[in-house]
């Protein structure tokens, strides 16, 4: 586990990450013009909705490094258009995207009420515990996904379109109750993509938040050091989680 440091460190490595933009002044408009898209077209072929394809495009949000090689490839242009060659360099981390169905498709068994559901909420906190309590102990990550501050909870932007692409696969049923939404799983799901220790730790999460209401996980999640000294909609620094004492990891 790395040693504990100064908070004024701690503040200067995060505003480091945040400040490092990397991303060039590309036209999205004109270029989504030249094509002939509509904005409708490129958000479904990334995955998010029109309006925040819109937020891209007049660049309020920036990017995902995912989403600036699917614009790349979409749109005919270098992804130098879109990155810097230091940021580059990340978009070439080897996610295993079957590990990541897996954790989902195995949190929902291990975790889901009587009935087998779980919300959609609940769910990706416990991504998030698991992968940010992994480096804790480990110094690195199960998915190496990238999460960002959001309004309810520290979230990689790859959830969604993973949570859709399971539902596409019948893996998962998706039902709609109130202002929530409740996943549950189709059938039995596989975990040979995960270690015995990650898998253990899985189930340890959770079966400590079981029967747990929603707003106890966020809360939680909330007064973590990740969530607290993250700015807002920037990415969550991993590092921050190692300066936690061990009874807050999860």
């Known amino acids: 586990m790395l040693k504990r440091v100064d908070f004024s460190i701690l503040s200067d490595i995060i505003r480091a990450l945040n400040n490092k933009k990397g991303l060039m002044n590309t036209n999205f408009e004109s270029l989504r013009k030249e094509k002939k898209l509509n904005q409708e077209e490129i958000a ?19 990017p995902t490094l995912w989403q600036a090689v699917k614009l790349s490839e979409l749109l005919w242009v270098d992804i130098d258009q879109f990155i810097d060659t230091d940021v580059k360099t990340e978009s070439s981390k080897c996610i295993d995207w079957e590990k990541y169905k897996q954790i ?8 889901s009420d009587e009935d087998g559901k779980i919300t959609k909420t609940k769910l990706a906190k416990l991504c998030y515990l698991l992968d940010f309590a992994w480096y804790y102990y480990n110094l690195e ?18 959830y969604f379109a993973t949570i859709d692409e399971l539902y596409d696969e019948e ?4 039902i709609p109750k109130w202002k929530t939404l409740l996943i549950e799983n189709i059938w039995n799901p596989e975990s040979d993509k995960l270690s015995e220790d990650e898998l253990n730790m899985l189930q340890d999460i959770a079966k400590k938040w079981k029967w747990k209401q929603t707003k106890e996980i966020v809360d939680f999640t909330h007064k973590q050091l990740p969530w607290m ?14 300066q936690e004492e061990v009874e807050n990891v999860y």
């Not at 479904?44 to 920036?62: A, M, P, V």
């Not at 990550?141 to 790859?158: E, F, H, M, N």
């Not at 893996?171 to 998706?174: T, W």
């Open 171 to 174: 893996a998962i049923d998706i």
């Open 141 to 158: 990550p199960i998915t190496g996904l990238d999460y960002r501050k959001i309004q309810q909870w520290p979230v990689p932007d790859a």
């Open 104 to 111: 989902i498709t195995n949190f929902i068994k291990y975790w």
């Open 44 to 62: 479904k072929y990334l995955w998010i909705t029109r309006q925040t394809f819109s937020k891209l495009e007049k660049w309020l949000i920036e």
């Open 229 to 242: 000294m993250s700015y807002d909609k920037e990415l969550v620094p991993y590092l921050l989680i190692t």
